[in-house]
Structures are given as structure tokens and as C-alpha cells.
């Protein structure tokens, strides 16, 4: 069946580069996507990529694939304390209709 | 351009009871997805409407049902509530053709005692 697995926790200091990671099971994955979610908060669409393209770059944001082994990738450079929040990978299917999110990746960034 | 709103934002029922939750989508958009998300998890896909009708269903039981309108606004409701529906609700809507890119509202807290 679909899933997407995340880590839980990541813990960087302020000034570094954060990585945060997902694999997926659905090969049939069209569209990968992060968001970001805030305390209280809907949640915030940061960045997505096609299953075609290998890497995507926005900024501070730069988003891997490899396709082959069903592995995202989310690197925030300079991470700042505004950066703190929690991180869901999810993908969307061929027909685009039904997003399946992960778990979501706990960003702590300390001053 | 006005994004996802929702309302209401928090809401306190007893099992058993029905609720109604309310989605404004952002302007242009004519696709509406509702999720649920408990405590400490990802959300998870109820429905997707689409010109009104249901577009795609998520492992949800009946209970759960929705509406859009002409206006592309949307409704969820929730029949005999039960205790693990507490979660946040949350809308997103998104313009058909371009279904990658969806908004979400701030969400409805919705909790059951």
C-alpha cells in the first residue's frame, strides 16, 4: 500500500543547514511535496516536484529525489529559528486526487 | 487574492452528536480536499469534491460526508461522533488541472467528550 515514512526529531543550530529526509512506497508517485506546519497552524505548502525531476531549487530550499530508491530530501540552508516548526513529506498518485503525508519531521533550531 | 478560510475554529461536541464544518476555498480554485489530523500524525485524506461531486474517497466510514457548493465553498459533516474523531480539520483547495499545488486553511479543531 502507499506510506511515507519520516524521522521524527532534528535538532540544528542556527546558521547550519538542515536535512530532512522520506522515503515513500507508491511508485506510481506523480507529484512530492513538503510542507510546513507552524503551533496551531494550517499547513504550508514550501516546495513540490515532479517525479521527473531528479532536484528542485527555491531559494533557501533545495529538494532531492532519487526515484530509484523512493528517497525525498529537504535541505534548508542557513536554518533559522523561524525555521522551527514541524516538516510533512507527501505524495500524490497518478489521478492526483488522494495526498498521502508522512508522519512530519520535528525541526528544533537552537540560537 | 483571499486563501482557504475555515470556521468554525474550535468546537466542543459529546459523542454521539453531529457537526458541521465550513470551508471557504481561495479564489479561482473549483477543487476541494478535506483531512483529518490527529494529535501528533500526519493528516489523512477523507474526500475530494469536484464541481460538486464527490471526486475520490479516503478510508473514511459513511458517517463522513461532505458538499461543495456552486460558490466552490464546502461543508463537512460528521454523524455520530465518536471520541477518536477529536483531531483538527483541515481544508485544502486547489484549481482542477493544477491539483499539485493545494492550500490549506488554518484548520477546525474539533473536540469529543
Known amino acids: 500500500g502507499e506510506d511515507v515514512e519520516q524521522s521524527l526529531f532534528l535538532s540544528v543550530r542556527e546558521g547550519d543547514s538542515s536535512v530532512i529526509n522520506c522515503t515513500y512506497t507508491?511508485?506510481?508517485?506523480?507529484?512530492l511535496y513538503w510542507y510546513k506546519q507552524e503551533p496551531g497552524a494550517g499547513l504550508q505548502l514550501l516546495t513540490y516536484?515532479?517525479?521527473?525531476?531528479d532536484m528542485k531549487q527555491d531559494q533557501r530550499l533545495t529538494v532531492l529525489l532519487n526515484k530509484k530508491d523512493k528517497h525525498l530530501s529537504l535541505r534548508i540552508a542557513d536554518t533559522q529559528t523561524g525555521d522551527s516548526a514541524i516538516y510533512f513529506c507527501?505524495?500524490?498518485?497518478?489521478?492526483?486526487?488522494?495526498?498521502?503525508f508522512g508522519a512530519g519531521t520535528r525541526l528544533f533550531v537552537k540560537a | 487574492e483571499t486563501g482557504v478560510t475555515q470556521s468554525p475554529t474550535h468546537l466542543i461536541k459529546t459523542r454521539g452528536q453531529q457537526v458541521t464544518l465550513r470551508c471557504s476555498s481561495q479564489?479561482?480554485?473549483?477543487?476541494v480536499s478535506w483531512y483529518q489530523q490527529a494529535l501528533g500524525q500526519g493528516p489523512q485524506f477523507i474526500f475530494q469534491?469536484?464541481?460538486?461531486?464527490?471526486?475520490g474517497r479516503g478510508n473514511f466510514p459513511p458517517r463522513f460526508s461532505g458538499l461543495q457548493f456552486p460558490n466552490y465553498s464546502s461543508e463537512l459533516n460528521v454523524n455520530a461522533l465518536e471520541l477518536d474523531d477529536s483531531a483538527l480539520y483541515l481544508c485544502?483547495?486547489?484549481?482542477?488541472?493544477?491539483?499539485?499545488?493545494?492550500?490549506f486553511g488554518p484548520g477546525t479543531r474539533l473536540t469529543v467528550t
Open positions: 469534491y469536484y464541481r460538486e461531486e464527490e471526486n
Open positions: 479564489s479561482g480554485h473549483n477543487t
Open positions: 507508491d511508485s506510481s508517485s506523480t507529484y
Open positions: 516536484i515532479f517525479s521527473n525531476m
Open positions: 507527501a505524495e500524490t498518485n497518478t489521478g492526483g486526487f488522494k495526498t498521502i
Open positions: 485544502a483547495s486547489s484549481r482542477q488541472g493544477a491539483d499539485y499545488e493545494q492550500y
